[in-house]
């Protein structure tokens, strides 16, 4: 078990964590504990040849050195933190989260750290100062940012102090996109207006070649016997209708059917289709603009494992 296991970090209230006596832990950086060795030779030297000025000069450096020790500890106690997500992000990429941090009233430099990446910040003694780390984000579903790792050497490199801090931030990853392959006909039969099951109310627009992950239902299967290989039929969304994003659409296990439905609702949202969105036991209904475009792919990213 490591030190950070064993550390006690500051937890939030009202929306922000602030580090204080019992959650800042202090410890010599390599310069201080090369000072101590430095510090009894010189004591030493000083005693044997009876020297005042090494003995006055060990004593200037050994109070430094216990200054710096509280210096050090103030340079971090009583920072506040508060952190959000900024941003969204795919299974695969990276999440931002804005870490905003407030010194008390008093100047402080500090060096944030969580998920592997790490940022230093100046805080003014009013106000706040802001950070955003891009932590990894390898799967789809909540992320949280976890503890977050403060310190400080300031002023002199001699200590670090340092402190955790549970912010409680944590965001959606929305499911890796499918390779781009076209949107489904319409809705695959679930098309507003009674629209049929292969082209849902929508004209027949060209062939394109069958790749993994979509839908065996849309195939040219008369062109597939003549050793044509499997050709897609896309149809044109029904003017003035709206477009079905459904489970069934999309083909494969569920994250197979989760990144074909994200790819479906990127492509939807750029073509400035009105869409919905139909899991099992869900349902988004059409819609279009950001908001609604983000209100789909979290569902997506929430979906049970």
């Known amino acids: 078990m490591g ?12 929306g922000r964590a602030r580090l204080g006596r019992r959650t800042v832990y202090i410890l010599p950086t390599r310069e201080g504990l ?30 430094v050195a216990v200054v710096a020790i509280l210096h050090t500890y103030r340079e971090l106690a009583g920072v506040g933190i508060a952190a959000e997500p900024a941003g969204e992000a795919f299974a695969g990429g990276r ?3 804005r870490l905003r941090l407030d010194g008390g009233g008093r100047p402080r ?38 503890r977050v790792r403060l310190e400080t050497t300031r002023p002199l490199g001699l200590f670090r102090a340092w402190g955790y801090a549970e912010t409680g931030a944590e965001a959606v990853v929305y499911p890796r996109p499918a390779p781009p392959a076209g949107l489904p006909p319409g809705g695959a039969g679930e098309a507003e207006g ?19 992950g979509e839908s065996l239902r849309r195939v040219h299967w008369p062109l597939a016997a003549r050793g044509r290989g499997l050709h897609l039929k896309r149809f044109a969304a029904p003017a003035g209708g709206t477009l079905w994003l459904t489970w069934e659409a999309a083909s494969g296990d569920a994250e197979a ?20 969105l139909a899991l099992p036991g869900a349902r988004i209904p059409p819609g279009r603009g950001a908001v609604h ?13």
């Open 3 to 14: 030190l950070a296991a064993l550390a006690r970090p500051a937890r939030p209230r009202a």
């Open 34 to 63: 090369l000072l101590a060795p430095a510090l009894a030779a010189l004591l030493l030297l000083g005693l044997h040849y009876n020297n005042n000025a090494a003995l006055a000069f060990t004593f200037l450096l050994a109070s």
């Open 95 to 97: 999440q931002r989260f």
């Open 109 to 146: 430099r500090v060096r944030v750290a969580a998920g592997g990446v790490a940022a230093e910040v100046a805080v003014p003694a009013e106000g706040e100062a802001a950070a955003v780390l891009a932590v990894p984000a390898p799967r789809r579903g909540m992320l949280a940012l976890g």
């Open 194 to 212: 009674g629209a049929d099951a292969e082209g849902g109310g929508g004209a027949f627009h060209d062939l394109g070649r069958w790749r993994d």
């Open 257 to 276: 059917r989760l990144a074909r439905l994200c790819r479906w609702v990127l492509d939807a949202e750029a073509a400035g289709l009105a869409y919905g």
């Open 293 to 305: 475009r983000r209100r789909c792919l979290e569902r997506l990213g929430r979906w049970p494992r």
